[in-house]
C-alpha cells in the first residue's frame, strides 16, 4: 500500500517535470539505504521544493492546498484554537466565516489531530473544512499568535506600579535596585519580545531611542529602517538597563558612549548580540546589531559577482600570494564578500587566521580571532602575532591605519594572502588612500593583486515582478553606460534592444514592498602591468581610471544597470547606491 502510494506520487512530480526521470533510479537505491519511501526521500534531500512537494501531495490525496506565507491571520481566527494545541497537534485557523472555520494542517491524515480538531470544533460548535500547508506556511502562522504590540501590552500592565518606589537611596543600593527590578518586572519580558520579533523578521539592527514623549522601536530590515513599536517614556530608562545589564556593562552610567556584545538564544538557536549605547538629549538610545552565526555563508554568484569580475577574483585568489582589498562605505556588505572568498580559500591543507570586530559568522577549519582594542589587541598587534602562527590566508577586518597597512603589505610580500577592507568610495580611490597611508607606490604593485568595491541593492521580488514603462530619463541614462561598454562586451553580456526593466508591485511574499532580499554591485580592477607602470610614472587620478577603462572594468553604475535589465533590481536602487 505506501509503496503504491509512493510511486502515485512519484508518477505525479515526473508528469510535472518537477524531477528528472533519468535520476529516478538513482533516487530508489538511495531511498532504500535510508529507509525511506521514494518521495520522502526526494523531498527531506530537498531534491524538489517543498511548496512543489506539498501541492502534489495535496493532488494526489485530493485535499485542498493553502499557501499561507505572507498571510496576515486575523487575531479572532487565531483564538479559536488555542496556540498549544497549534503547536502540539500542527495545525492553525486561518479563515472564519459564520460557522465555518477553515484548517491548514501539515499531515491531514494524522489521527491524533483529527480527533483533538473534531472535539475543538465540537465544543466552539464549529464546522471545520481541512487544508494541507507546508512547514514554512505553518511555522510563519504559529508566529502570528505572538503579536508585537499584543504581547508588549501584556508586559507593560503592572510596570507603572513596579518602578513607583521612590525612596532615597545610596548609589550603590539604587544600582542593585535596578538591577533586580528590571530582571523580576515586564521590562525583561519586554526586551525579550522585541528582540525575538525583530530576529524572526529578518532584521538585521534594532534601535531603540527616546523621543520627547516616547520610546521608538525600529528594525532594520534589506538596509531600510522600519517604525516597529512605540512605548510609554516611562519604560525607556528600564529598557535600556536591561540591555546594560544583559551586555554587562555600567547601568549607573548615562553621561557617555558604552558599547559591549551579549548572547542568547531563541527557538534553538544562538544568536550574538553586538551592542552600542549613546547619550542623547531625550535620554540614552541603544543600537543592538544581529549577529547570526548559523547563516550559511554565500557563494559570489549569491552576492551578484557575475561575468569577467567573478573571472578576475577567482584568478586572483588562486595565485600563492598577495593582496585583495575590498572597499566600500559601512554597510556595504564587505564582510560577506571576504567570508564569500574564504569559503572559497577554505582547503584542509592550508592555515587561514582571521582578526575581525566583530566575527559575523563561524567558519569550521579558520581560526577565527575577536580583537580587542581596550586590552591593547589591535588589528595591527594581533596581525604581529598572527605572522608568528604559520599562516597560508590571512584576513584582516579592515586597515584604518598606516601600522596596520605596512604589515598587510609585508605579509603579502612575504608568500600569505591577505584579505582586507579599506574604506574608499570606490576601486579607482584605493591606491592613492595606500600611498596617503604611508605605503610606498613600488610595494603597492608588488603585493597587490586585486581591488573590489561595492554597494548593496536591494532585490525584486521575483514573486510579484513585472515590467514597467521606461521613461525618457531612464533610458537615456541606460544607453550611456551601455554605450561605454565595447560591442565585445555587449555580446558576452547579451544586451539588446529594446531595453526592458522591472520592479515589484508588492505581494505577500515581500510583505508588500515589492523587494526582497539584497545583493551587491561591483567594480573590480586587478594589479596589471599598465596599472603597475601607471603607479610607479604618473600617479593621477585620471591616469587610473584610463587604465581600468583599458582593463574594460565595468563600473558599479554599469554593473548596477546590467542588473537592472536583468531584472534583479530597479533603477531607483541603482542611482541610490552609486551617487557619491
Known sequence: MVVQKSKQIIDLLLEKGLIESQKIESYKQKANEAGQTLDEFVFRNKIIEEEDYIQTKAEFLKIPYVDLRGEKIPSNVLKEIPEEAAVHYRFVPFFKHGKQIDIAMLDPKDIRSLEALKFIALRHNLKTRIFITSSSSFEETLRQYRVLDLEVSEALKGIKKDLKSKKPVSKKEKVEKVERLVEKTPVSKIVDIIIRHAYEGGASDIHIEPTETDLRVRFRIDGVLHSSLTLPKQVCSGVISRIKILTNLKIDESRKPQDGRFHMDIDGKGLDFRVSTLPTLNGEKAALRILDKSIGLRSLHELGLEGNAHKLTIESIKKPYGMILITGPTGSGKSTTLYALLSILNQEGVNIITLEDPIEYDIEGVNQSQVKPEIGYSFASGLRSILRQDPDIIMVGEIRDKETAELAVHA??????????????????????????????????????????????????????????????????????VNKLSQEQKDSLSIKEPYKIYQGKGCKYCDNQGVKGRMAIFEVFSMTPGLEKVVIENLTESAIKEEARRQKMLSMLQDGVLKVLKGTTTINEVIKATKD
Open 412 to 481: 603579502a610580500l612575504t608568500g600569505h594572502i591577505v584579505l582586507s577592507t579599506l574604506h574608499t568610495n570606490d576601486a579607482v580611490g584605493v591606491i592613492p588612500r595606500l600611498i596617503d597611508m604611508g605605503i610606498d607606490p613600488f610595494l603597492i604593485t608588488s603585493s597587490l593583486n586585486l581591488i573590489i568595491a561595492q554597494r548593496l541593492v536591494r532585490r525584486i521580488c521575483k514573486y510579484c515582478r513585472k515590467e514597467i514603462e521606461l521613461d525618457r530619463g531612464v533610458k537615456n541614462l541606460i544607453e550611456r553606460e
